[in-house]
């Protein structure tokens, strides 16, 4: 394209507003090439300066870069201050941590963020040093803070980072607050005018022990004989999780050498998030070698645990997010000590939670898609998960997903199976042979037309597939449901990437031959792809 007089002009505003000299210099870059007829350049800055990152499911997401349309100082400066203005109008007057992770600017921007809201009047306490996003949620709930910003972006690419936002109760928050903060941050002058002070107080390292010591408390059994394998994915989880382990009595905890240490570079994953094919190789070869008994992965922030086990076969794979979850929550439930417990789950994860409840007296309840709405359930509430590898082991203390502590209580289920000569499989089948066979699989469709995903959507609405009931989940989440018997399928965007997700379960009843079950549900499972595939691709 060619620079316009409007996208050049709101570039030179941009560039005289930034507080960042680094962030002037390198949109004045990107001008000069752009004005010098670069039309690379001059589609850059337009991206650069296409509205703004929108305050979305849990903060803000994008890539690390000057303009509007970016991270960057800038973008964080005026986002706290319209959080500070709503946490103000709303009456929230107290204490606010700030905390971050490893990634490219994230040290900047946690000191901004830190600065705005203590010039704006709040006792602002800053974590020391980058640290796993469920320690600020723990520490904003343990301190009846009013909020937490953690700057993270949690298991985006390497080029992204992002501003997370928890509420009182240690929450993320849920609408109509985002679109209220959103407005507050649309209301806030220019990023070099917002006054800011370095009056901020540091979070102690007594302070974080608090966090290690209520984790390690979680496990219920008395066996410790297990061998770990883990991955912190060059995130800043590896040594927290190592040593909430090592309290816990797991201290045969072999880690990934090469992905061990902090690197916003990610150099040995392009995508960091367990759940991306081949993002855990390294950690089960290690497995593998080292013959561990249970492998983890936690994606960079730590707040998503995913486990690998040694199969049938012999070779060891990545469990789903699904049977993760119903392995933690049985777990939960057979030890709790609540006397009217309630465990949830989302719309797009297996449905086995809720047999598995009923069959423990408990209560069950099924939201929206996210720790947002799922900490939100109900009162009572002892267990949470959600597919994407998102565990609530510990509600009363971090009230969202918290990759570590389910690590923690992970390594709990899989000694006591090891002592009784059992392991994470049985435990699945024992669950099939209990409540039958819940297969599930995701059809998982990413874009860079992201017109293409509404679309898709809109497609879907006017023309649904035959031989399924079909359920539209308008106007309270862009979601669809497919239902026929014994199977389902959930379609919806994703919250976080451009992606276009379609969720699928079958379930097969299982009389004394699990086997057979078993290979009538993959056939089944395996024809409901190749069916939701053809139809999410057809031109």
């Known amino acids: 394209m060619t620079l316009t007089p409007a996208l050049r002009d709101a570039a030179f505003r941009w560039i005289a ?52 349309n970016g991270m960057n100082r800038a973008v964080v400066v005026r986002t706290t201050a319209g959080l500070a203005a709503w946490l103000k109008a709303k009456g929230h007057n107290g204490t606010v941590f700030v905390g971050r992770d490893a990634r490219h600017g994230s040290e900047e921007f946690c000191a901004a963020a830190a600065s705005v809201l203590a010039a704006a009047g709040f006792t602002v306490r800053v974590l020391p040093g980058p640290l796993p996003t469920p320690v600020l949620a723990f520490l904003v709930r343990k301190h009846n803070a009013v909020a937490g910003v953690q700057i993270t972006a949690s298991h985006n690419p390497p080029a992204d980072n992002g501003y997370k936002l928890y509420l009182a109760g240690g929450g993320q928050i849920v609408p109509p607050a985002d679109r209220e903060i959103e407005a507050a941050i649309a209301a806030v002058p220019a990023a070099v005018s917002v006054p800011t002070s370095e009056s901020y107080l540091p979070v102690s390292d007594a302070e974080v022990d608090e966090y290690l010591e209520r984790v390690a408390s979680l496990p219920r059994g008395t066996s410790r004989d297990l061998r770990v394998a883990l991955t912190p994915m060059h995130g800043v989880g590896g040594q927290t999780a190592v040593e909430a382990l090592r309290r816990a009595g797991f201290s045969d905890v072999r880690v990934v050498r090469d992905q061990a240490v902090p690197d916003p570079d990610f150099p040995t994953v392009s995508f960091p998030n367990p759940e991306e094919p081949g993002a855990a190789d390294r950690l089960l070869a290690l497995a593998a070698a080292e013959d561990a008994d249970l492998a983890i992965a936690l994606d960079p922030d730590a707040d998503r645990c995913a486990l690998g086990v040694k199969d049938r076969d012999g070779r060891w794979r990545m469990l ?55 900490v939100r359930a109900g009162e009572g509430l002892v267990f949470a998960y959600e597919e994407a590898l998102g565990n609530c082991v510990d509600p009363r203390y971090v009230n969202d997903k918290d990759g570590i502590s389910a690590a923690v209580v992970a390594c709990d289920l899989a ?16 669950l099939a042979l209990d409540h039958g066979l819940h297969l ?31 359920e539209d989940l308008l106007p309270d989440a862009d979601v669809v449901r497919l239902t026929a018997d014994g199977v389902r399928v959930v379609v919806r965007p994703s919250g976080t990437e451009p992606k276009l997700k379609a969720y699928l379960e079958v379930v097969e ?9 078993r290979a009538r549900g993959v056939e089944r499972l395996g024809a409901l792809r190749t069916r939701i595939e053809e139809l999410l691709t057809a031109p």
């Open 415 to 430: 000694a006591g199976l090891k002592a009784s000569g059992r392991t994470l499989l049985d435990a699945l089948d024992q």
């Open 17 to 68: 507003d930034d507080p960042s000299p680094a962030a002037r210099a390198e949109l004045q870059g990107v001008l000069a090439r752009a004005m010098g007829g670069d039309s690379a350049a001059a589609d850059d800055l337009a991206d650069r300066m296409a509205g703004t990152l929108t305050f979305g499911t849990a903060g803000l997401r994008g890539p690390v870069r000057a303009g509007s």
């Open 509 to 517: 009843p299982v009389d004394d031959d699990l086997t057979a079950a």
């Open 440 to 470: 599930t699989d995701q059809v998982s469709l990413r874009f860079t037309d992201l017109s293409r995903i509404g679309a898709l959507m809109t497609k879907l609405r006017q023309d649904p597939p035959e031989g399924f009931a079909f």
């Open 320 to 374: 789903r997010g699904d049977e993760t979850g119903v392995l933690l929550g049985s777990l939960v439930l057979s030890t709790v000590d609540s006397p009217d417990p309630l465990v949830a789950t989302t719309i797009v994860s297996s449905s086995l939670l809720k047999s598995i409840a009923a069959a423990h007296g408990a209560r069950y309840a099924e939201t929206l898609t996210g720790f947002k709405w799922l």
